[in-house]
């Protein structure tokens, strides 16, 4: 199991922006794919962003030319920028780690917009 660790969540306004951090145990290059997802209560889990080892990304379509998921410098870290933030954004948002159908999660961090 890899561990993850993820920071910068927090209360921003509608229109404005944030960075969530994801820490990684090992080398993210050595796995399959990183992953964020978010969480509202009595929701499922939902796909928000995806980058593989090959630098592939896709998005959840309601959060395309708003988010970017990106790769640090670290090469133990994966970043969720996140633009133009809706009150609809609000979620708890994990960090995964997908490697041979391998699933980790961190414990989460909160994302609130007001409007």
């Known amino acids: 199991q890899v561990q993850l660790v993820e920071s910068g969540g927090g209360l921003v306004q509608a229109g404005g922006s944030l960075r969530l951090s994801c820490a990684a145990s090992?080398?993210?290059?050595?796995?399959?794919?990183m992953n964020w997802y978010r969480q509202t209560p009595g929701k499922q889990r939902d796909f928000v962003a995806g980058?593989?080892?090959?630098?592939?990304?896709n998005y959840l379509n309601s959060v395309k030319g708003r988010f970017t998921i990106s790769r640090g410098i670290a090469k133990n870290t994966v970043y969720l920028q996140m633009n133009s933030l809706k009150p609809e954004d609000t979620a708890v948002y994990y960090c995964n780690a997908d490697n041979l159908g391998t699933q980790s999660w961190g414990s989460g961090t909160q994302v609130t917009v007001s409007s």
């Open positions: 980058i593989t080892r090959y630098g592939w990304t």
């Open positions: 090992v080398n993210i290059d050595s796995l399959d794919a």
